[in-house]
């Protein structure tokens, strides 16, 4: 403080000597105005029109005004490095024999207009694919793709000459044929992202909310593999004794056990009681060792179908016993049962969020005897009031119903006696699948509004390497089958690929070969009205593992 008051004196004296300074004019000071501020825009959201429908509807619901122009958007969707993931299929009308195609081919199409079906007709596709892809690819060379409004592509391509598409993955439906392009399919549970070309990634460029990962979610996606006959008797059970048990199953074992469900039709009772097999055994008085249900937990069976008439054949212990087997292993049955409310009810499942039910029924006129009623077991009769309104309920609550028959049966393309009235009945009740199980001879397929019918699938496990006819003539078509895969996906029926064997050694289905493949499916799409039936090519000898005749006792 006493330091503060000396510097104070000093510097009063120091100014009492001084000369007067001069008086200094200050100039005005000029008052600043505040800049003039603009409100920040509102926020606006420009997609690109390479953006798919599905995924458009989804920034919509963002609540973002849309921007008509991308200069007018604080943000913007559009084809980028990261983002939602968009799964196309290159898809064709089912009728179609050809199953995939290498990128390098779909991708020279594209550049070099080349057409893929061989008719000269370009690629079609709605106009977002078509922007889409070109970011990708560059711009299609003339020709090579025409762009058509979303929903008219289907009837555009099923126009023959049929045309081939590219669509969004949403939008697949069961008259579609899906097309594997380098070895993968989008409607398999193997599909593997990352080694397919059909792919676009959409992305945000400010991320005020969420894109979804992809348009396809694995996990919403079940398949269910539907065959044909399962009797393992006769031959079959023959080759069983003397290959292994488990033998019949090994070739299309990646087929019937990678399925999320796996039906087989079991047309026979177990009985321990059964004969030793014996090769050329003509009794039609039909029975399983015990033993053989081994082949079905191998294949990954998942669930059984009992319409079948040979059910009865060793009477209703045999038939209560078998029932037992299914019992113990956990493996529901329908469509036979040990009284017929038990053979009426549908089993009932949900799988990957798709709620499918199965029922079905025998409709043969003359096998009363073989039908369960309320004190005997047996198969469910085909009791068509009972069961179109059964139909209607179950797809009320969300089933889509998967119904099987056991029917008529012939020795050509079908459909056989009384199979459309009875098939188409519960068609229209709803039924999603309609599936003959009683067909030894492969049947033709049909659309009928909403509903896939095929007529018969032909033989899964039986012993029919030949058939001899009334007239005498004898034929091979009894070793063709079909295995028919359904696709599943986020509640509703996508669509169904054509599997295709040939029975070997009188028990082993092995996938056909290309040329069988393409022969086969061929002649049913022309049965099926569809095309036209080609003309017959010169046969070819097929190797089987033992000679087509019965093997020595």
Not at 89 to 100: C, E, N, Q, R, S
Not at 113 to 134: D, I, K, V, Y
Not at 386 to 393: A, C, P
Not at 421 to 444: K, N, R
């Amino acid at each position: 403080m006493k330091k503060h008051s000396l510097l104070l004196i000093l510097f009063m004296l120091v100014s009492a000597c001084s000369p007067a300074a001069k008086e200094t004019t200050l100039a005005p000071t000029v008052t600043l105005q505040p800049a003039s501020t603009q409100p920040p825009p509102a926020a606006a959201l420009w997609v690109s029109d390479a953006v798919p429908a599905e995924l458009h509807k989804i920034a919509k619901r963002s609540g973002l005004p849309i921007a008509a122009l991308p200069e007018f958007a604080t943000q913007r969707l559009d084809v980028s490095n990261s983002g939602s993931v968009w799964i196309y299929a290159l898809v064709a009308p089912f009728p179609t024999v050809t199953d995939g195609i290498p990128s390098a081919d779909l991708i020279s199409a594209w550049k070099n207009g080349s057409s893929l079906t061989g008719n000269g007709h370009p690629l079609l596709m709605a106009e977002s694919t078509l922007r889409a892809l070109t970011a990708l690819w560059g711009e299609p060379a003339p020709g090579a793709v025409r762009s058509v409004a979303a929903d008219e592509i289907l009837a555009e391509a099923w126009t023959q000459p049929y045309n081939w598409a590219i669509i969004p993955f949403e939008e697949i439906q069961p008259k579609w044929k899906v097309l594997l392009v380098d070895g993968q399919s989008p409607i398999r549970k193997e599909f593997d992202a990352n080694a397919y070309v059909l792919k676009v990634t959409f992305g945000l460029t400010d991320a005020s909310f969420e894109l979804p990962a992809s348009n396809r979610d694995a996990a919403k996606m079940t398949t269910v593999v539907m065959t044909g006959v399962t009797a393992m008797v006769r031959a079959t059970a023959y080759m069983m004794e003397l290959k292994g048990v488990t033998r019949p199953g090994e070739l299309i074992y990646d087929w019937l056990y990678n399925a999320d469900v796996t039906h087989i039709s079991n047309e026979v009772p177990f009985d321990p009681a059964c004969p030793e097999p014996q090769p050329g055994y003509k009794n039609f008085i039909l029975c399983s060792d015990p033993k053989y249900f081994e082949l079905l937990q191998y294949v990954g069976a998942d669930v059984i179908e009992l319409t079948g008439d040979h059910f009865a054949d060793r009477g209703a212990q045999a038939m209560l016993n078998t029932l037992d087997i299914y019992k113990q292993a956990g493996l529901p049955y329908y469509g036979g049962g040990a009284n017929k409310e038990e053979a009426r009810t549908p089993v009932l499942m949900e799988l990957n969020g798709n709620k499918i039910a199965f029922m079905g029924c025998n409709g043969k006129l003359s096998y009363g005897f073989v039908k369960a009623t309320d004190f005997k077991p047996g198969a469910a009769d085909c009791d068509y009031e009972f069961f179109e309104k059964q139909i209607r309920d179950v797809a009320a609550q969300g089933y889509m119903v998967i119904f099987t028959f056991q029917h008529e049966e012939c020795y050509h393309s079908g459909p056989c006696y009384k199979h459309e009235e009875g098939f188409h009945a519960v068609a229209d009740a709803g039924a999603t699948i309609v599936s003959g199980s009683q067909a030894h001879y492969p049947h033709l397929m049909e659309f009928r509004e909403n509903s896939f019918i095929h007529f018969g699938l032909g033989n899964l496990f039986f012993d029919q390497m030949t058939y001899e006819l009334p007239d005498g003539s004898v034929i091979d078509e009894t070793r063709r089958e079909f295995i028919d895969r359904h696709v599943f996906y986020d509640g509703k029926y996508i669509g169904t690929e054509l599997l295709t064997a040939m029975l070997e050694d009188f028990s082993r289905p092995r996938p056909m070969n290309e040329r069988e493949r393409a022969q086969f499916l061929s002649e049913y799409f022309a049965y099926s009205g569809w095309v036209e039936l080609p003309p017959t090519p010169i046969p070819l000898p097929t190797m089987t593992l033992t000679p087509i005749v019965l093997p020595p006792p």
